[in-house]
Nanobody
């Protein structure tokens, strides 16, 4: 199993930036794909970005492409999400996920508001 803990959320003005982190522990050597999801109030959880085991392949939701960057540091067992040019519609709880273990973090709140 893998345990995930997100951090880095907060309140930011439109156009601002945040970097989320997700620290993994447990069977980290067996992790392949890692993902970021988000869930806004009253909406379903949506996939934001994915990254493969070596970080060479990434995919993004259309709504964040060109603004968000997913990356990982396998030596530190940490997943990142750099979020730039934030918009109010990016407001949500952000979760990291390891699909092969169906592991989820507790989430970190991101609020974009002036």
């Amino acid at each position: 199993q893998v345990h995930l803990v997100e951090s880095g959320g907060g309140l930011v003005q439109p156009g601002g930036s945040l970097r989320l982190s997700c620290a993994a522990s447990g069977a980290t050597s067996r992790i392949f794909v890692m993902t970021w999801y988000r869930q806004a109030p009253g909406k379903e959880r949506e996939l934001v970005a994915t990254i493969n085991s070596l970080g060479g392949a990434t995919n993004y939701a259309i709504s964040v492409k060109g603004r968000f960057t997913i990356s990982r540091d396998n030596a530190k067992n940490t997943l990142y999400l750099q979020m730039n040019s934030l918009k109010p519609e990016d407001t949500a709880v952000y979760y990291c996920n390891v699909p092969q273990f169906n592991s989820w973090g507790q989430g970190t709140q991101v609020t974009v508001s002036s």
